[in-house]
Nanobody, 122 residues
Framework: QVQLVESGGGLVQPGGSLRLSCAASGNIVSIYTMAWYRQAPGKRRELVAIISSNHSTNYKDSVKGRFTISRDNAKNTVYLQMSSLKPEDTAVYYC????????????????WGQGTQVTVSS
């Protein structure tokens, strides 16, 4: 069974940095587009950054220039480097992929991780 597991969240002061990781497991052959979403209390889940299998990227306007998404296809892992963090970045961050090809279960769609909390506060 395919799983996405996020790590790297925590408490950081405004202006600080964090690096989130999301590792996929489960007899994976290839992973297509991967993305980071976030959901703050009382708000809808929103797309933060997305990266294609050929490393093309796109970002939510409010994080451009501060966040960088990257991936290591050999490790089936996607990263989110977050810098110059602001209190409004506080949220649970989720990793997602719309499509994974596996050896044993064929193509799996719309896989989500369990989320990791990021809190930006002094």
């Amino acid at each position: 069974q395919v799983q996405l597991v996020e790590s790297g969240g925590g408490l950081v002061q405004p202006g600080g940095s964090l690096r989130l990781s999301c590792a996929a497991s489960g007899n994976i052959v290839s992973i297509y587009t991967m993305a980071w979403y976030r959901q703050a209390p009382g708000k809808r889940r929103e797309l933060v950054a997305i990266i294609s299998s050929n490393h093309s990227t796109n970002y939510k306007d409010s994080v451009k220039g501060r966040f960088t998404i990257s991936r290591d296809n050999a490790k089936n892992t996607v990263y989110l480097q977050m810098s110059s963090l602001k209190p409004e970045d506080t949220a649970v961050y989720y990793c997602n992929t719309q499509k994974i090809l596996t050896l044993t279960s064929g193509v799996q769609y719309d896989i989500w991780g369990q989320g990791t909390q990021v809190t930006v506060s002094s």
